[in-house]
């Protein structure tokens, strides 16, 4: 099982992840990373909880989004393939993030 640290909001993180996806977890921790940080500066430090739910929602609306599109134009088997590895490259994101949140908060329940 392959593992990475990543940071978020100034805060490092010990993810496992399977071995070989290193650096996607590593790219998606940066996506969620960007969002953190605009999601900061666009409304301030409202808790690390709060910031990575925002930023959960905002990746859920944009693959919302993408999905909606690749439904769209989604009339050849390549495009339904194409679908398909982005929902699952999103479950996997918000998979991250929930247990992050979930991590997050079972910290300030146990304060």
Same mark, same amino acid.
């Given at each position: 099982?392959?593992?990475?640290?990543?940071?978020?909001?100034? #805060?490092?993180?010990?993810?496992?992840?399977? !071995?070989?996806? =290193?650096? %996607?977890? =590593?790219?998606?921790?940066?996506?969620?990373?960007? #969002?953190?940080?605009?999601?900061?500066? !666009?409304?301030?430090?409202?808790? =690390?909880? #709060?910031?990575?739910? $925002? /930023?959960?929602?905002? /990746?859920?609306?944009? $693959?919302?989004?993408? *999905?909606?599109?690749?439904?769209?134009?989604?009339?050849?088997?390549?495009?339904?393939? *194409?679908?398909? *590895?982005? =929902?699952?490259?999103?479950?996997?994101?918000?998979?991250?993030?929930?247990?992050?949140?979930?991590?997050? /908060?079972? #910290?300030?329940?146990? %304060?």
């Amino acid at each position: 099982m392959g593992q990475v640290t990543v940071t978020v909001n100034g #805060r490092a993180y010990q993810i496992a992840c399977e !071995d070989g996806k =290193e650096r %996607h977890v =590593e790219q998606l921790a940066a996506y969620v990373e960007a #969002r953190v940080s605009e999601l900061a500066q !666009d409304i301030g430090q409202v808790g =690390e909880a #709060r910031l990575l739910l $925002l /930023a959960s929602l905002i /990746a859920a609306d944009e $693959l919302a989004e993408a *999905r909606a599109a690749i439904k769209d134009g989604a009339s050849t088997a390549d495009g339904l393939k *194409r679908m398909a *590895r982005i =929902e699952d490259a999103a479950a996997r994101a918000i998979d991250v993030m929930a247990q992050r949140i979930d991590a997050v /908060a079972a #910290r300030l329940e146990g %304060h």
